[in-house]
């Protein structure tokens, strides 16, 4: 089971979900980045690049 660090909401990360993914949490709606077959992080938050 994977653990928001966002909210703590625990959750099962579907089978077919790779390291690097992006997924929102289903309780608070956070960014996440998979980290490991069960382990998540804050997902970075994207910069504005302004046309550069």
Do not use: H, R
């Not at 390291?19 to 382990?39: A, H, M, P, R, Y």
């Amino acid at each position: 089971m994977a653990e928001c660090p966002v909210c703590g909401y625990e959750f099962d990360l579907p089978p077919n979900t790779e390291e690097g993914e992006i997924i929102s949490c289903e309780d608070c709606g956070s960014e996440l980045e998979v980290t490991g077959k069960d382990s998540v992080q804050e997902a970075p938050a994207e910069e504005e690049d302004w046309g550069e």
